[in-house]
């Protein structure tokens, strides 16, 4: 049987990870840049994740949402305390698509109302509704394309306020960093009138945290940033800093009721011990301050690099934009450096997705391929 082909696939084989880096079979090193699209989070393989995880599995890896489990109660705590968001309920499941398509239907169950405003260049994942709010048209399907989503200029609070006021919507999705839009982030005035917008008129506000959020940006979520209380906070990637997590946090205004939500796998023992662990190593290694520290120092060698038209993103979710595509550089980068990076909507733009746990030296390794290369 083949494949289903739908990724194109770069020539590397990784069979073994430690920390910031990659192994392929016969031993080569990589260094990873990407973090398998801004999943990994505490480093491959970290030890406390994979006794954690060992252990777990010696006594029970999975029953369904039907029984008690406290390890999925006491996540809620731990993430309550590391996030800071103070009397939000926690609903599991296993992907940001699907973190997304809850937040979606919750808004709509919440507010009776069918249709989304999301802006331009965003991305909440491949499901029914997250897909129709992601501004690409070649991903969306016919039956994709009957929900009803209004596209806006991110930044342009008039033309929100003139959607709000013309006809019911439900809720506001946003990224407040686009990941794979390129890194665009608006103001906190923009930010925080969509929060007072949405509270005018009875509209659900959705922060689409699953690449921002979990410390990659040096605060727990982007939002933090501007101060925001969103209705509903979507997380995953570095979330099981690779074991498929996801989960919304849901503002005490919405109401749980039996059979609202549900999922088979969400949450099981697994992945809330997986999710535990990527808490705990981010507390005791004090990651976030990493994040603070490490992306000063890369904002800094920047200067390096007079080619550079613009740096974008915050903490350890950069872009680097060229004003040249950036595909051979980034292959250049792959496989004479063996070095990972990622791309983006925008062609011009690498983006720098690695472990929270990156030191000084990887990033001097990094600027150094960059230099030679360009
Ligand atoms: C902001 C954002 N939301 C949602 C998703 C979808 O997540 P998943 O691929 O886990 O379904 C992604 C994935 O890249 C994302 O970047």
Redesign the pocket.
């Known amino acids: 049987m083949s494949l289903f082909d739908v990724y194109p696939l770069f020539d590397v084989t990784p069979v073994k990870a430690d920390g910031v880096f990659l192994y392929d079979a016969v031993g080569k090193e990589y260094l990873d840049f990407y973090g398998g699209?801004a999943v990994i989070s505490i480093g491959h393989s970290h030890p406390v994740y994979v006794k954690a995880l060992t252990d777990q599995l010696q006594k029970i890896g999975f029953y369904s949402n039907a029984v008690q489990n406290p390890i999925q109660s006491k996540l809620a705590d731990r993430l309550e305390q590391l996030s800071g968001c103070k009397d939000y309920d926690l609903f599991m499941c296993s992907?940001?698509?699907e973190a997304?398509e809850n937040a979606l239907k919750l808004a709509s169950f919440h507010t009776n109302k069918a249709t989304v405003i999301a802006f331009n260049n965003s991305?909440?994942?491949?499901t029914s509704a997250c897909v129709a709010a992601t501004d690409n048209p070649k991903i969306i399907a016919p039956l994709n394309a009957q929900q009803q989503v209004r596209f806006l200029p991110l930044g342009n609070l008039e033309s929100v306020e003139a959607t709000l006021k013309a006809e019911p919507i439900c809720a506001i999705i946003i990224?407040c960093i686009q990941?794979?839009g390129g890194l665009d982030e608006s103001t906190t005035d923009f930010y925080k009138g969509l929060e007072t917008l949405c509270n005018k008129y009875s509209t659900v506000l959705i922060a689409?945290e699953?690449?921002s959020g979990f410390g990659r940006t040096g605060d727990f979520f982007a939002f933090q940033k501007h101060g925001l209380n969103p209705h509903i906070i979507s997380m995953?990637?570095g979330m099981g800093n690779g074991f498929p997590v996801?989960g919304i946090l849901i503002h005490p205004l919405i109401k749980a009721s039996y059979g609202l939500l549900g999922t088979t796998f969400g949450g099981n023992h697994l992945a809330s011990t997986a999710t535990l662990a990527v808490l705990d190593v981010l507390e005791s290694e004090k990651l976030m301050q990493n994040v603070n520290e490490m992306s000063a120092y890369f904002i800094d060698k920047v200067k390096t690099i007079p080619q550079l038209k613009r740096l974008k993103g915050r903490g350890l979710m950069l872009g680097l934009e060229f004003d040249f595509p950036v595909a051979s550089l980034r292959k250049k980068l792959l496989f004479d450096h063996s070095l990972f990076t990622g791309s983006s909507k925008n062609p011009n733009l690498i983006r720098i997705l690695p472990p929270l746990t990156i030191q000084r030296e990887h990033i001097d390794t990094f600027f150094n391929a960059l230099e030679q290369e360009l």
């Open positions: 699209h992907s940001g698509a997304n991305f909440h994942g491949r990224e990941g794979v689409d699953v690449q995953a990637k996801g």
